[in-house]
């Protein structure tokens, strides 16, 4: 499995805990030290914009995927790489997955909660193998993570689903966890490539 890009989904509120903003910034330096581009969805505020500017101004590239009625209203990022305005949300969530090498969930709302669930069960439905961590900045997701285990507890899902999507505290762990991922896709599930 190659590792050039991930995606990233997060927040695009601005009115969150500065903890969010710091890992925002922290995977921003990273991607862009690791040579690993960032697919996101092009917005300028929240921790797409912070997670946008560090990218850039750390020597790094960003792939901004986002709808034409955002674009209209002006959501994206002046600064982006590339960006590439799409037709509706479906489209621009197929293409962020695309062109994606593997993915890594920030904190967010339910934009971002629904881009991490739908992105699992692609996985799990055999449509995309590459790796997801979900970045769990300040135990943000415990109650997520609490509600899977349950679905494979309660035998929604099997138990070798858990092995779809892998957990971090921090974003060097998520970083390493996807090269980790990459170097031994064996000891990870047949969910990897």
Not at 44 to 69: A, C, D, H, R, Y
Not at 122 to 140: A, D, E, R, S
Not at 154 to 175: C, D, N, R, Y
Request: charged share 20%.
């Amino acid at each position: 499995m190659e590792l050039n890009s991930v995606c990233v989904y997060c927040a695009s509120s601005a009115k969150i805990d500065k903890v969010y903003f710091d890992a925002a910034k922290e995977l921003g330096k990273l991607l862009a030290e690791r040579e690993l581009e960032c697919i996101c969805g092009a917005g300028k505020k929240g921790l797409m914009g912070v997670l946008t500017t560090e990218v850039l101004s750390n020597g790094g590239s960003v792939k901004g995927i986002i709808p034409q009625f955002m674009y209209d209203e002006g959501w994206y990022h002046p600064d982006i790489t590339d960006l590439v305005v799409t037709e509706s949300m479906h489209e621009r969530k197929t293409l962020m997955a695309e062109s994606s090498d593997a993915v890594i969930a920030m904190p967010g709302g339910c934009g971002t909660m629904e881009e991490l669930l739908e992105i699992i069960t692609w996985k799990q439905l055999g449509l995309y193998f590459n790796p997801i961590v979900i970045l769990n900045t300040n135990n943000y997701y415990d109650p997520l993570i609490k509600m899977l285990d349950n679905a494979i507890e309660e035998t929604f899902m099997l138990p070798a689903h858990g092995k779809i999507w892998e957990v971090a505290s921090t974003p060097q762990q998520a970083v390493d966890l996807l090269f980790e991922i990459k170097a031994n896709p064996t000891k990870f599930s047949k969910f990897t490539s």
